[in-house]
C-alpha cells in the first residue's frame, strides 16, 4: 500500500498541464505565449484592431494569442494609423502597444474616446515589461478598460480579451433586439418597426394622417455625434415623433398627425436645423438629405408599417442620388 501511495503522488520536476492552453512558442528564456481555447463559443468571430510595432516581442505574442477563427485581427503598426482605421472598421476591441513608434499610448486612448471609438469598445494597452501603477492609472484615465503585460501576463491578457469579446457582442445583441438605444436615445430599427405598427393603427383607426421622414446626414456621425444629432432632432421635433436611427448618418423620425405638405415641412426643418449646426474644429459642416413618405388618410390609402419607414429611406437614397430636385425628395411609386 505505501508503495502505491508513494507512485500516485506527482513528480515534483514535473509540472501540471494548464487546461486551455497550449504553447506556441519560446519568445523569451523559460517562458511561452499559449494559445487560447475559448471557454465558449462566439456566436461571430470578434474583430479586433492591433495598433504594435512589427517584429517585436509583443508582435509575437498578439499573432500567438490572437488566432483565427476565433478572432478576425486587423494589424496596424503605428498609432496613427490606428486613429485612422478606428471610426473606418469600428472594431469589437482595440488592443494598444504601450512603445508604439509615433505616439504615446495614453494619447492614442485620449484621442479614441474624444471622437473616433464609443466607449463601447473596449481598449486594452499591452506592454512587454511590468506596468507600474502610474502607467496604469494613467491607461485607464486615459480610457483604455485595462493595461497589462502581454509577456508576464499573457493568460490572463488573453482571458480578458475573451471576456471582454463576450461582452461586447452580447450588448450588440441586445441592443439589436431593444426598442431604444440607450445612448442616444434612439429608437432602433426593431423599435421604429414596432412603433410604425402601432402608429399606423391608431392612424387607420381614427381616419389620420400619418407622415415618415428619413434623413441622411453627411460626414456620417461617429463617436458622441449620433447622440448629439439625437438631441436636435428631438429638440427640434414635437413630444409625439419618435426618432430613431436607420444606419450610419440615416436617421427616421415617425411623424403621426403629418400629412404630405407637413411632413415636407418637417423635413425641411429638421434639415436647416442640423446644418446650423457649428462643425467641430477641422471637420466639414454636415450636409442634410432628406426623403419623406406620408398619406392624409392612412384608411382611404394604406401603407403597411414597414413600407411607410422604407418608402422614407428609398426617397432618401434618390436625394442623395441625383441633385436634381433639390436635396429633399418625397417617395414616387
Known amino acids: 500500500m505505501r508503495s502505491e501511495?508513494?507512485?500516485?503522488?506527482?513528480?515534483?520536476?514535473?509540472?501540471?498541464?494548464?487546461?486551455?492552453?497550449?504553447?506556441?512558442?519560446?519568445?523569451s528564456r523559460g517562458r511561452h505565449i499559449p494559445r487560447v481555447t475559448q471557454r465558449k463559443p462566439f456566436h461571430r468571430p470578434p474583430s479586433l484592431l492591433v495598433a504594435n510595432a512589427f517584429g517585436t516581442r509583443v508582435s509575437q505574442a498578439l499573432t500567438s494569442l490572437l488566432t483565427p477563427p476565433a478572432y478576425r485581427v486587423q494589424f496596424v503598426s503605428t498609432g496613427r494609423a490606428l486613429l485612422e482605421s478606428a471610426p473606418v472598421l469600428r472594431p469589437d476591441i482595440i488592443v494598444v502597444d504601450a512603445d508604439l513608434p509615433d505616439l504615446d499610448s495614453v494619447a492614442v486612448c485620449r484621442a479614441l474616446r474624444r471622437d473616433r471609438a464609443a466607449w463601447s469598445i473596449p481598449v486594452v494597452v499591452v506592454t512587454s515589461t511590468p506596468a507600474t501603477k502610474q502607467q496604469r492609472l494613467a491607461a485607464l484615465q486615459a480610457g483604455a478598460w485595462d493595461s497589462l503585460s502581454i509577456l508576464m501576463q499573457p493568460e490572463e491578457l488573453a482571458l480578458k480579451l475573451d471576456a471582454m469579446?463576450?461582452?461586447?457582442?452580447?450588448?450588440?445583441?441586445?441592443?439589436q433586439e431593444s426598442a431604444v438605444d440607450p445612448a442616444s436615445g434612439l429608437y432602433t430599427s426593431r423599435g421604429l418597426e414596432r412603433r410604425a405598427r402601432e402608429l399606423t393603427a391608431e392612424a387607420m383607426r381614427r381616419h389620420a394622417p400619418l407622415a415618415c421622414v428619413a434623413l441622411g446626414v453627411e460626414p456620417p456621425p461617429g463617436g458622441g455625434g449620433t447622440a448629439f444629432i439625437a438631441q436636435v432632432l428631438q429638440a427640434h421635433g414635437r413630444t409625439s415623433d419618435c426618432v430613431g436611427r436607420l444606419g450610419v448618418g440615416s436617421f427616421a423620425v415617425l411623424a403621426p398627425a403629418t400629412p404630405p405638405l407637413g411632413a415636407l415641412t418637417m423635413a425641411r426643418r429638421l434639415s436647416q436645423a442640423l446644418e446650423a449646426v457649428p462643425p467641430a474644429k477641422g471637420a466639414l459642416p454636415l450636409l442634410v438629405h432628406?426623403?419623406?413618405e406620408a398619406a392624409a388618410d392612412l384608411r382611404a390609402t394604406p401603407i403597411e408599417p414597414a413600407a411607410l419607414i422604407e418608402h422614407a429611406e428609398l426617397a432618401l437614397r434618390q436625394a442623395r442620388?441625383?441633385?436634381?430636385?433639390?436635396?429633399?425628395r418625397a417617395y414616387e411609386a
Open 5 to 27: 501511495r508513494a507512485s500516485s503522488r506527482p513528480n515534483p520536476g514535473l509540472s501540471p498541464p494548464r487546461r486551455g492552453f497550449l504553447p506556441v512558442g519560446r519568445l
Open 165 to 175: 469579446a463576450h461582452l461586447k457582442l452580447d450588448m450588440e445583441r441586445a441592443l
Open 290 to 292: 432628406a426623403g419623406y
Open 321 to 328: 442620388a441625383t441633385s436634381a430636385g433639390g436635396r429633399i
